[in-house]
């Protein structure tokens, strides 16, 4: 959410007036901008490209435990991928090549690192890599919410909807644009395991495919009937040839499944459109849209390469076409927005710790409203000079943050608490408190996570302090740092409590 006044957690009855990075990184490389599109991915985060140790990425995936393997064909992949965790919490995809695959480690390391080079918010980044003997093995951002032939080809409650395939088509084709720019035209076997979800249930397109399997070895994997006819011939991947590949995905957005190009040319020469067409979207979709995504396929397949289009041409027609621009990919998925809570924390919680467990910003906001300054108590002494002098204009100042925070006109608030704590004549851990909740709404947890520890030092033993560090550094991804955090704040509302029953 953004720094602004949120319509949809309007109030009807508002209150009354009377009341570090993760893991070292030997190595870094200097990103480039796209030269198709600003570098969004590496602003949003990614770390710089680096050289992982064997015994970092044994301990992240549990010593390549098979429990953790997410290649499309489980352990009859022929190079795994597993998921993993860094010590840091990041969730991270590691593809293991078999023995000897890269046997120059210079080779495979220089292959790595010109991939490593690339960013961007339609990729999962490739953020590393390891040559330790034998060992041959990829680190990239690890996507949580499944693969495109998942959600097209086994999906269980929902299909995908219309609106969201045409997003996925765009998605990948920025995706290949990009990295046409950027130098690296080849993408190797793209097809519907190659696209992914992330945690926004946006499409991204799988770094790995930007290597090969080996030094040596194939570049497809899947069925020859889907194999672009000129590798057929030569077995040498060009940039058409990936033209040629994503036709088939456009083929398998369109039908819902993975079927042979040359029945689908035929489907379409005979102009049986709407046959092609996915039977489970029950007609929902425009007509005009798919003729447009069929004609476009049709060109990715032709049989000789110079007639396809180019990337380029790809984002040129796919980019109008995006109807919903507004509507979260989570949604049209049919998914829950993905964010994850601290762990579960040791002592019971109150409604405050209950709601910071949640990450629950809106019911944080109800309780700060209802429990307005009742936690001040003691924390200021004034004497009469700066009562006449200074007080008003001050209280006015947090007068008019409160109406704010009240009326979730966040950016209003932080401004009206900041003139109050910048004149430094009364200092409010309740005042921190909602500025540090403001901050959160505005997608500024650094912000909010100083305001919270400065809430604590004005009142050190306020639990609410405790618990808003919680939730920041839970949106800052310092998962463990947010449990402690939860638990902290919960000890001290126990203590508080027995001290209310002793007395």
């Given at each position: 959410?953004?720094?602004?006044?949120?319509?949809?957690?309007?109030?009807?009855?508002?209150?009354k007036?009377?009341t570090?990075q993760?893991?070292?990184?030997?190595?870094?490389?200097?990103?480039?901008?796209?030269?198709?599109?600003?570098d969004?991915a590496?602003?949003?985060g990614?770390?710089?490209?680096?050289?992982?140790?064997?015994?970092?990425?044994?301990?992240?995936?549990?010593?390549?435990?098979s429990?953790?393997?997410v290649?499309?064909?489980?352990?009859?992949?022929p190079?795994?991928?597993?998921k993993?965790?860094?010590?840091n919490?990041?969730?991270?995809?590691?593809?293991?090549?078999?023995?000897?695959?890269w046997?120059?480690?210079?080779?495979?390391?220089?292959e790595?690192?010109?991939?490593g080079?690339?960013?961007?918010r339609?990729?999962?980044?490739?953020?590393?890599?390891?040559?330790?003997?034998?060992?041959?093995?990829?680190?990239?951002?690890?996507?949580?919410?499944?693969?495109?032939?998942?959600?097209?080809?086994?999906?269980?409650?929902?299909?995908?909807?219309?609106?969201?395939?045409?997003?996925?088509?765009s998605?990948?084709?920025?995706?290949?644009?990009?990295?046409?720019s950027?130098?690296?035209?080849?993408?190797?076997?793209?097809?519907?395991?190659?696209v992914?979800?992330?945690?926004?249930g946006?499409?991204r397109?799988?770094?790995f495919?930007?290597?090969?399997?080996?030094?040596?070895?194939?570049?497809?994997?899947?069925?020859?009937?889907?194999t672009?006819?000129?590798y057929?011939?030569?077995?040498?991947v060009?940039?058409?040839?990936?033209?040629?590949?994503?036709?088939?995905v456009?083929?398998?957005?369109?039908?819902?499944?993975?079927?042979?190009?040359?029945?689908a040319?035929?489907?379409?020469?005979?102009?049986?459109?709407?046959?092609l067409m996915?039977?489970h979207?029950?007609?929902?979709?425009?007509?005009?849209?798919?003729?447009?995504?069929?004609?476009?396929?049709?060109?990715?397949?032709?049989?000789?390469?110079?007639?396809?289009?180019?990337?380029?041409d790809?984002?040129?027609t796919?980019?109008?076409?995006?109807?919903?621009?507004?509507?979260?990919s989570?949604?049209?998925?049919?998914?829950?927005?993905?964010?994850?809570?601290?762990?579960?924390?040791?002592?019971?919680?109150?409604?405050?710790g209950e709601?910071?467990?949640?990450l629950?910003l809106?019911?944080?906001?109800?309780?700060?409203?209802?429990?307005?300054?009742?936690?001040?108590?003691?924390?200021?002494?004034?004497?009469?000079q700066?009562?006449?002098?200074?007080?008003?204009d001050?209280?006015?100042?947090?007068?008019?943050?409160?109406?704010?925070?009240?009326?979730?006109?966040?950016?209003?608030?932080?401004?009206?608490?900041?003139?109050?704590?910048?004149?430094?004549?009364?200092?409010?851990p309740?005042?921190?408190?909602?500025?540090?909740?403001?901050?959160?709404?505005?997608?500024?947890?650094?912000?909010?996570?100083?305001?919270?520890?400065?809430?604590?030092?004005?009142?050190?033993?306020?639990?609410?302090?405790?618990?808003m560090?919680?939730?920041?550094?839970a949106?800052?991804?310092?998962?463990?740092?947010?449990?402690?955090?939860?638990?902290e704040?919960?000890g001290?509302?126990?203590?508080?409590?027995?001290?209310?029953?002793g007395?």
């Amino acid at each position: 959410m953004g720094c602004c006044e949120s319509s949809f957690l309007k109030e009807t009855h508002p209150e009354k007036d009377q009341t570090q990075q993760q893991q070292q990184e030997p190595r870094n490389h200097n990103q480039s901008g796209s030269g198709a599109e600003p570098d969004l991915a590496a602003a949003n985060g990614v770390p710089s490209f680096s050289e992982f140790s064997l015994a970092d990425l044994k301990a992240a995936t549990n010593n390549f435990s098979s429990d953790n393997i997410v290649s499309e064909s489980g352990e009859k992949a022929p190079n795994l991928v597993y998921k993993g965790r860094l010590q840091n919490r990041k969730w991270i995809a590691v593809k293991k090549f078999t023995k000897m695959a890269w046997p120059d480690p210079k080779q495979f390391a220089e292959e790595a690192w010109g991939v490593g080079k690339l960013r961007h918010r339609r990729l999962a980044n490739l953020i590393g890599y390891c040559c330790d003997g034998d060992e041959r093995l990829l680190v990239a951002e690890y996507m949580i919410n499944d693969t495109l032939a998942k959600h097209l080809f086994h999906w269980e409650n929902q299909t995908i909807e219309w609106a969201m395939r045409l997003r996925v088509a765009s998605c990948i084709a920025e995706a290949l644009y990009y990295c046409s720019s950027e130098g690296r035209p080849l993408y190797h076997d793209l097809n519907a395991y190659r696209v992914i979800f992330d945690e926004d249930g946006d499409p991204r397109l799988s770094c790995f495919g930007l290597m090969k399997n080996s030094r040596d070895g194939g570049s497809y994997s899947t069925n020859l009937a889907y194999t672009p006819p000129e590798y057929l011939k030569t077995g040498r991947v060009t940039p058409e040839s990936v033209i040629y590949s994503f036709g088939t995905v456009l083929l398998d957005l369109l039908s819902g499944k993975h079927i042979p190009p040359s029945h689908a040319l035929d489907m379409i020469r005979g102009k049986n459109i709407i046959l092609l067409m996915d039977s489970h979207l029950e007609g929902n979709f425009s007509t005009e849209e798919a003729t447009v995504v069929v004609g476009l396929a049709s060109q990715c397949l032709q049989y000789e390469p110079r007639e396809r289009p180019s990337t380029k041409d790809l984002v040129a027609t796919l980019a109008p076409l995006q109807t919903k621009p507004d509507v979260p990919s989570y949604f049209m998925l049919g998914i829950s927005k993905y964010e994850e809570a601290p762990p579960t924390p040791q002592r019971p919680l109150s409604p405050m710790g209950e709601a910071c467990s949640r990450l629950d910003l809106t019911a944080i906001h109800q309780i700060l409203v209802m429990n307005h300054y009742k936690d001040d108590e003691g924390t200021n002494e004034l004497s009469f000079q700066e009562w006449t002098q200074q007080m008003r204009d001050m209280l006015e100042a947090r007068k008019r943050g409160d109406f704010a925070f009240r009326d979730k006109d966040f950016k209003t608030a932080i401004d009206c608490y900041s003139q109050f704590i910048d004149v430094g004549t009364m200092v409010s851990p309740t005042v921190f408190g909602r500025r540090s909740l403001c901050y959160l709404f505005c997608d500024q947890p650094d912000a909010a996570l100083a305001d919270a520890m400065q809430a604590q030092i004005v009142n050190p033993e306020w639990p609410t302090a405790f618990y808003m560090q919680s939730v920041a550094l839970a949106k800052l991804d310092m998962h463990k740092d947010a449990a402690d955090m939860l638990n902290e704040a919960a000890g001290l509302e126990e203590k508080k409590q027995r001290g209310m029953k002793g007395s």
